[in-house]
Structures are given as structure tokens and as C-alpha cells.
């Protein structure tokens, strides 16, 4: 029997490709982003952490289980609970994390699965695969939300742990390959937001507009801090502010000089 470990599962989902979605969190990235909103999904097996609960206003001490390993079977009897909602919405399932390359065996399963059942398949990822992999599962994906987070390779290698040479020509060859891909740029204020990362960025995306959908700009949020503390990772960022409406509306406007739709949020 083929399992997945995953961590979250969120129904009705509409910021994660077209449509009503299901999404599915699967464990496990190669990176550590600083900014990371769900560090629960790096390690690519459950975690278990100490946290306090409240019983009759008592505090106790007490685990919690980031992650779980699931039936594939069973995981599809989820994805297809909604699947009068995707053929209303034109949605589908999207296929997230961490990383879902980094299962790569059964996230193969579960597209092929969701195409058997007729669903539209997208998948959110970092890019940092062996081609190998990107060329068994592009024929299941109809939709890539493709992370485009430094262009400069130090500043990568700093922010995320990884250089960006992989990431950017995998993103190459999905669009040569005729992959509907949709860029998704985390602004993090000082991370990536210098006229020189911004000046490159636009370079790079104006180069492939032929062959893009969209672009989306996603604004740094410090919600994930807690999750940090929980976990007992050092959070790196504890000084940068989120991205105000002004500096999003600017980027936004230069970005849109590419030529592209460039959307503020998924
Ligand atoms: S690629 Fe995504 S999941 Fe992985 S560390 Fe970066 S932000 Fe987190």
C-alpha cells in the first residue's frame, strides 16, 4: 500500500491555482527560507514537539504532532469529497508543502490518481529537483505555482541554504516545455526587495512572458514566529517589517512593465 506524509489538508482552498481547490501539504523542502511560514514542513518526517495545554484551567504538559503518514487510497477519498466544487469553479487540487518534489513516488500516485478522476492537478513548488523528477510529473500538472525567491546566487545560497542555478533552469524547463507556470515571488523587505534583485528579477521574467500566465507578488508575513518558538528554530528574521500597500502597489507597477498580469497575493 502507498503512502504520503503530510501535514495539512485544507478544503476550499482559492488562492492555490484556479478554482475551489483542496490542498495538500506534503513534508519535507530541501530549503530553509527565512521566512518560512510553515518550518513544521521542512523535516521530512512527523515532528513531535513539548507545548502546554489548559485542562479546567490547569496548565499540562503535552505533544503535539506536526505531519502524519496517510494511505494514498484514503487521502483520494478526501480529494474527491469536493469534487462537485472543482467542476463548478473550474478548480481541482493543488499539491503543496514544504516541497512535494521531495516525494516524489507518490506525489507521481496522486496526479496520476486526480487525472484518472478527471480533476485539474497544480502543484506549488520550490524547484529545487532533479530534472528526472520535474520530467515524470510534467505530463500529470496542469499548473506549476513556480517560486522565483533571489536572483543573485549568495543571496540565495544566504536566505534559503540553496544556490539558485537548479531552480532557474528547471524553471526554464518547464516553460520550454510548454508548462502553464505561474511565478510567485515572497517580498521580503531587505531579503529581496533591492532595486538590483528587483532590476534582475524583472529581467529574467521579462525574457520568458511568452510563456508565462502570471505573475504573483506575495508579501512577507510575520505570522509563522510562534511556530518557530515551538519548534525551538531560531527565527532570523526578527527585525523585518512586512511589506506596506505602497512598496506592494511599486512593485507591483514595475513589475507589470514586463508586460505580464502581475497579481498582489496567490
Ligand atoms: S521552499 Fe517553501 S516550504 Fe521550503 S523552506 Fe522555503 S518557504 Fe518553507
Request: some cysteine; glycine content about 8%.
Amino acid at each position: 500500500m502507498s503512502h504520503v506524509i503530510i501535514f495539512d489538508i485544507k478544503r476550499f482552498a482559492v488562492h492555490d491555482g484556479p478554482g475551489i481547490r483542496t490542498t495538500v501539504f506534503m513534508k519535507g523542502c530541501p530549503l530553509r527560507c527565512w521566512w518560512c511560514h510553515n518550518p513544521e514542513s521542512q523535516s521530512p518526517e512527523p515532528v513531535a514537539v513539548d507545548i502546554e495545554r489548559k485542562v479546567n484551567g490547569r496548565k499540562i504538559d503535552a505533544k503535539k504532532t506536526y505531519g502524519e503518514k496517510v494511505d494514498i487510497g484514503e487521502l483520494m477519498k478526501i480529494i474527491l469529497r469536493d469534487q462537485h466544487f472543482y467542476q463548478e469553479s473550474g478548480g481541482g487540487v493543488t499539491f503543496s508543502g514544504g516541497e512535494p518534489l521531495m516525494q516524489p513516488g507518490a506525489l507521481e500516485e496522486l496526479l496520476a490518481l486526480s487525472k484518472k478522476h478527471g480533476l485539474h492537478t497544480t502543484i506549488d513548488t520550490c524547484g529545487f529537483a532533479k530534472r528526472e523528477i520535474l520530467e515524470r510529473i510534467l505530463p500529470l500538472t496542469e499548473l506549476f505555482l513556480y517560486d522565483i525567491k533571489n536572483m543573485d546566487p549568495e543571496l540565495h545560497r544566504k536566505y534559503t541554504g540553496k544556490d539558485n542555478a537548479l531552480i532557474l533552469s528547471n524553471a526554464d524547463f518547464l516553460l520550454e516545455n510548454k508548462a502553464q507556470v505561474i511565478f510567485r515571488i515572497p517580498v521580503v523587505p531587505g531579503v529581496n526587495t533591492s532595486d538590483d534583485e528587483i532590476e534582475k528579477m524583472a529581467a529574467f521574467i521579462f525574457q520568458r512572458r511568452e510563456n508565462l500566465n502570471e505573475v504573483h507578488l506575495l508579501p512577507y508575513h510575520r505570522i509563522a514566529e510562534n511556530k518557530y518558538l515551538k519548534l525551538g528554530i531560531k527565527y532570523k528574521l526578527p527585525d523585518t517589517g512586512e511589506p506596506g500597500a505602497r512598496m506592494m502597489q511599486n512593485l507591483k507597477q514595475r513589475f507589470e512593465s514586463t508586460g505580464l498580469e502581475i497579481l498582489i497575493g496567490g
